[in-house]
């Protein structure tokens, strides 16, 4: 076999996870997904979430606790960390907790990150899980609340279906994200950049405008998305939450 670089090696493994062959209709099976519901975890991400996957027919949640780890992923295809604190959600299942989540994903299970989520899933801070090689730009956070405007990249749009182009999206203090330099995991792909932003509360003018808004990573054998706006709280977006959840679980939308 001639030697393929190992970004070739990291596209071919994308390639596998979202053009799988895999369909609902060959299995049958539903696809259960885990949805974090304890301290750090706020706003209006847990109700939406579950009332767009509720309508899907085939995916079936189960909120649950800190307390509840590991036990809860034992039979699970995803785990879903919604919007809030990132590091209360973190400190709150505590180092064991964390342990089992990156293990979960590391043998195959998959994980959505949606804002403070989004955070929870990068390197570099001490209660984070480290899923991928990301870090945040600045430590000042505090960007505000309001719509921006992102642009999918072609493999969003193959993921999501949604079309090319410019669209609106909540944002709320997302992270605003970096390689972290991590030699030890692929780089993440971009699935939509920002175009524009907010820079309110002191936090520096023009680092939101051209990063990544969305991206997807692989740790271990699982497949690891991140969306630091809303689609969940966006009109016309909240498809998107249902493709990222049947993609990083491993059932591709038919």
């Not at 919604?82 to 989540?101: D, H, L, P």
């Not at 497949?223 to 969940?232: K, L, N, R």
Request: proline content about 8%.
């Amino acid at each position: 076999m001639k030697y393929l670089p190992p970004r070739i090696w990291h596209l071919l493994a994308f390639a596998t996870l979202i053009i799988s062959p895999v369909t609902r209709a060959a299995d049958a099976k539903p696809i259960r997904v885990a949805l974090y519901d304890d301290q750090g975890a706020t706003g209006k991400g847990i109700p939406r979430v579950t009332e767009i996957l509720g309508k899907t027919g085939d995916i079936q949640i189960t909120l649950f606790k800190a307390a509840d780890l590991p036990g809860v992923l034992q039979d699970k295809d995803a785990v879903i960390f919604t919007g809030g604190s990132g590091s209360k959600q973190g400190n709150a299942i505590g180092e064991a907790g964390r342990a089992a989540v990156q293990h979960f994903v590391h043998e195959g299970g998959g994980y959505l990150g949606i804002c403070g989520g989004a955070y929870l899933a990068c390197s570099r801070f001490s209660w984070g899980l480290g899923l991928l090689d990301a870090e945040t730009v600045s430590s000042k956070w505090r960007r505000g609340a309001g719509q921006v405007q992102i642009e999918i990249t072609p493999a969003g749009q193959h993921l999501t279906t949604l079309p090319a182009g410019i669209r609106d999206i909540r944002y709320d203090n997302g992270p605003i994200i970096k390689p972290a330099g991590r030699t030890d995991l692929a780089p993440y792909e971009p699935l939509a950049f920002f175009r524009t932003e907010l820079a309110e509360h002191d936090t520096p003018p023009g680092a939101m405008v051209n990063t990544p808004a969305i991206v997807q990573g692989l740790f271990g054998k699982g497949h690891v998305i991140i969306s630091s706006p809303h689609p969940e709280q966006t009109p016309g977006m909240d498809i998107l939450v249902e493709r990222v959840v049947r993609s990083v679980a491993g059932h591709p939308a038919p």
